[in-house]
């Protein structure tokens, strides 16, 4: 009999599809078996790791399905400003990040958001202008939707008051034509240089980012390298990475849907490897609900002005589409209001008039809010739903969800609608969109279970009928972004013959309760039959 490379024992075994008490036998990189015993002797060899548990919980590995990684690295490794609320705290923390970091040629910050500050007054570059007048300053706002810059900034992106706005950004100016220093959506592209790394350090914070990963039981991710109107993932640092066997973190990396379909071949030609692959192609169809960027079949409830657009002319979106869908292209679309959810339903659904019915696996990114009568539309046109749980919670206490006013009480019903859209056949990947909130799984698993905000409320979870249950909740963060990766005869279930990409965590998550979920921590993470975290 061939001997077992590591035997895993344990109580508790979620597979995915079953429960079960026994042992997972890995070999050259596979699951060679699963015995529902502890009568392992045939395969221990020489060389056979054992491991063996008693309450913790053996799953398959999450696949983070929507994340940015390069802007993740940044974010961990400069100034946090979530905690802020106010203009000045905010910048009074940059002021004390740059002092100690007199060598950094641009001071970037992350997670500001004037939303969440007492007085929620959007800020201009007065305040950084008078802390820190002589080094550029880009701060990227909690939605990565928005950038908040000093005068030095503007200088070197030349932006000034003759600068237009790019098409579907905007620079805010003042009454006097000047720029204020805040950038939306597109514009933050006319400052790009603020992320330009040098190599060195880019391969530290790489490494650093994927010790972080293994270490939240995270074995696969999928990079929006497209962010709006600039393009942000170093694919050659990613190759490095790959060929000397320290990509322990699988990434299915994405680039932006713009027309320009050699790149793309190119691309799907160069990475094929279940490593590093080439995933398909990407582009914004509108913004944010609580910056009036989303797009909405209906004006916003607070704000009867405006209901958003899209982010783009429709014909060019729909060509764009429908020659991608031809080429055998695989298409996600960021969709946060229920107009643009249906607008990308509508370009699929074009699509498949076009050019026929195929296994596309075409994918609707966030869904905060859905039209009612685009739910059973997932199902029809075998379009996936990829959700973060997390972002519903967008503020710490419920009081302050911006949502509320922005939707309306009619619309708030079909919030985040996770379990409407299983329950109407829809298929599911969940991820996380870091470095929008944090990388770690738990946080998108307790939201999705109780739908509770950070100070407990409400007590019964905000529209506590779309709560659904923690095994569905590890399967679309498991099986669901296998699926949407082509990947399900490899990943996302542990059964035989499959990928070993295994995480053992510290308890019993089926027997806690649900506050307990967002204290559990990894204690060993195998990628590819290889162990590459142990605590």
Not at 96 to 115: E, N, Q, T
Not at 296 to 315: I, R
Not at 318 to 345: M, N, P, S, T, Y
Request: proline letters at 6%; charged letters at 30%.
């Amino acid at each position: 009999m061939d001997k077992a490379d590591i035997i895993l024992q344990g109580n508790q075994i979620f597979t995915g599809k079953k429960f079960l008490s026994g042992s997972i036998m890995i070999k050259h990189g596979k699951v060679m078996d699963i015995l529902p015993n502890r009568e392992v002797e045939p395969y221990i060899g020489t060389d056979t790791k054992v491991f063996s548990f008693e309450e913790e919980t053996i799953l398959p590995g999450f696949h983070d399905f929507h994340i940015h990684l390069t802007l993740g690295c940044l974010f961990d490794d400069y100034v946090n400003l979530s905690k802020a609320r106010s203009a000045r705290e905010t910048a009074e923390m940059v002021k004390a990040f740059a002092d100690k970091r007199p060598d950094d040629p641009w001071i970037l910050g992350f997670s500001w958001y004037h939303v969440f500050w007492d007085e929620k007054v959007m800020p201009d570059k007065s305040i950084l202008d008078e802390l820190i007048p002589d080094r550029p300053v880009f701060l990227l706002n909690a939605e990565c939707h928005g950038a908040w810059l000093n005068s030095k900034a503007l200088e070197i992106a030349k932006i000034h008051e003759h600068t237009p706005d790019p098409p579907f950004g905007t620079i805010v100016k003042d009454e006097n034509g000047q720029p204020t220093g805040i950038l939306l959506e597109t514009a933050m592209k006319l400052a790009v240089e603020a992320f330009d790394i040098p190599a060195p350090k880019a391969k530290t914070l790489m490494k650093r980012f994927i010790d972080k990963a293994n270490r939240l039981g995270i074995t696969s991710v999928s990079d929006m390298l497209p962010l709006p109107g600039f393009e942000l993932g170093d694919l050659s640092l990613y190759k490095s990475f790959e060929d000397e066997g320290e990509l322990t973190v699988r990434t299915f990396f994405l680039s932006p849907l713009n027309g320009d379909l050699e790149t793309a071949r190119e691309l799907r030609d160069t990475y094929r490897s279940d490593t590093l692959k080439f995933s398909g192609l990407k582009q914004f169809l509108d913004g944010v609900p609580t910056t009036y960027t989303a797009y909405m079949v209906e004006p916003y409830s607070d704000k009867p002005s405006t209901k958003g657009e899209p982010f783009l002319p429709v014909e060019t979106l729909r060509d764009w589409v429908v020659q991608a869908d031809k080429e055998k292209f695989r298409i996600r679309l960021h969709a946060c209001g229920d107009g643009a959810v249906r607008l990308g339903l509508d370009l699929y659904e074009a699509a498949r008039k076009e050019n026929g019915l195929r296994d596309s696996r075409h994918t609707i990114e966030h869904i905060e809010v859905i039209h009612p009568n685009d739910i059973p539309r997932f199902h029809q046109l075998d379009v996936i739903a990829s959700m973060q749980p997390e972002h519903l919670a967008i503020s710490d206490e419920f009081s302050d969800n911006s949502y509320l006013d922005r939707l309306g009480k009619e619309r708030e019903r079909y919030t985040w609608p996770i379990k409407t859209l299983a329950d109407s056949g829809a298929k599911l990947a969940f991820g996380s969109d870091f470095p929008v909130v944090e990388i770690n799984p738990w946080l998108e698993v307790y939201r999705a279970v109780t739908r509770k905000f950070n100070d407990g409320l409400p007590e019964t979870g905000w529209n506590p009928n779309e709560k659904i249950s923690l095994q569905d909740t590890i399967r679309y963060y498991t099986l669901g972004p296998a699926y949407g990766n082509f990947m399900e005869d490899r990943l996302g279930t542990l059964e035989a013959g499959k990928l070993a990409d295994i995480i053992v965590v510290d308890r019993n998550i089926f027997a806690v309760e649900p506050e307990a979920l967002l204290e559990t921590k990894t204690k060993l993470t195998i990628m590819d039959g290889k162990v590459v975290y142990e605590d």
